[in-house]
């Protein structure tokens, strides 16, 4: 009897030992779409980790991790690594951007104070495209930042930043490898690298590029930011600095107050004409789909930071709409 009991003894306490193991909970760090596989082909109920939020973690593999969400039917789920990165890594870091900003300030004495000093690149002609993304989501109803979107939103009532594009537009996929190039091209952009931005640019951008969510960020950076001559940082601090003259002017209080009507091009370019001085207007040209304007592309050169200088530097294209609605914020 005493040796039935010593060897169940010995069978059950390895079980007991692994029960008596505490469960791991981490921290999310990023808003990461929690995957049923490892492979990231299907998300049943659209789940995405919170920032801020902690997660049980079942394991470790290959650069993901499979987490617990508790109270959905499909519980565990794969994650990237990165959306658990120590809080360390997201410490907003001194870049080389910070000492360009403080000598181009020096010498830029007639800047205005809402014009932020740009990053130089070396990208002669550049195109700044900016969606409304009103009607974005009216013809694009699937895509994740759509689903939600409200008329609180940002973009219900001023442009968003779709990407700053360096010319001619065959000028692409700088020393990227195929591998990330074949991510690109099939769509797989949350497989695409994660970019090193630093808190202060990706909080900002989360919120001016709707797209964020579906990764867009990625995408732009590895097409197009490659070839801007900088680095992640100050190809996003650039876009959204310029972004941000174009939601500062009466540009975005023209198309506020005209939100349901359908307006003209050349009414725009007054408009910008007024805005940022006369012979910019020419500069940019409109882009719609099933009569909705989608995208203002502002076409704009190197050296400067004010958009008015940057947009006389640029090319004069012909535009693809000359007339559209500005979709209001729903279906």
């Avoid at 009897?1 to 760090?29: G, Q, W």
């Avoid at 004010?306 to 947009?311: D, S, V, W, Y």
Wanted: proline share 2%; charged share 25%.
């Amino acid at each position: 009897m005493k040796k039935l009991l010593t060897s169940a003894f010995i069978l059950t306490l390895p079980l007991v030992l692994v029960a008596k193991k505490p469960p791991v909970y981490e921290e999310a760090t990023k808003e990461c779409v929690a995957f049923n596989n490892m492979k990231h082909t299907a998300n049943t109920n659209n789940i995405e980790l919170k920032i801020g939020k902690k997660y049980r973690i079942l394991q470790h593999n290959k650069g993901q991790i499979l987490t617990l969400i508790e109270g959905e039917r499909v519980a565990q789920r794969w994650v990237d690594e990165s959306c658990f990165s120590d809080k360390s890594k997201s410490i907003e870091k001194k870049t080389s951007l910070d000492s360009t900003k403080k000598s181009d300030a020096k010498s830029s004495n007639k800047e205005t104070v809402k014009v932020k000093i740009l990053a130089k690149s070396t990208s002669k002609q550049n195109l700044l495209a900016l969606s409304w993304q009103n009607a974005f989501c009216q013809t694009h109803q699937y895509k994740r930042e759509c689903k939600s979107m409200n008329i609180k939103d940002f973009g219900a009532t001023h442009f968003v930043l779709h990407g700053l594009w360096p010319q001619p537009r065959n000028n692409q996929y700088c020393n990227v490898s195929k591998k990330e190039i074949g991510k690109d091209k099939n769509k797989q952009w949350n497989k695409l690298n994660d970019l090193d931005l630093n808190s202060t640019v990706r909080e900002e951008l989360s919120s001016l590029m709707p797209g964020y969510s579906s990764n867009l960020h990625k995408h732009e950076w590895v097409k197009h930011g490659t070839c801007y001559g900088t680095d992640a940082n100050s190809y996003y601090y650039n876009a959204m600095a310029l972004l941000t003259q174009v939601n500062e002017s009466t540009l975005q209080k023209y198309f506020k107050l005209n939100i349901g009507k359908q307006v003209r091009l050349k009414e725009i370019r007054q408009v910008i004409d007024k805005t940022f001085g006369k012979g910019t207007g020419e500069h940019v040209t409109m882009n719609c789909n099933k009569g909705l304007i989608t995208e203002l592309w502002f076409h704009i050169g190197n050296d400067g930071s004010n958009l008015k200088t940057l947009l006389l530097k640029g090319k004069t294209p012909k535009s693809r709409c000359h007339k559209g609605r500005i979709d209001p914020v729903g279906y």
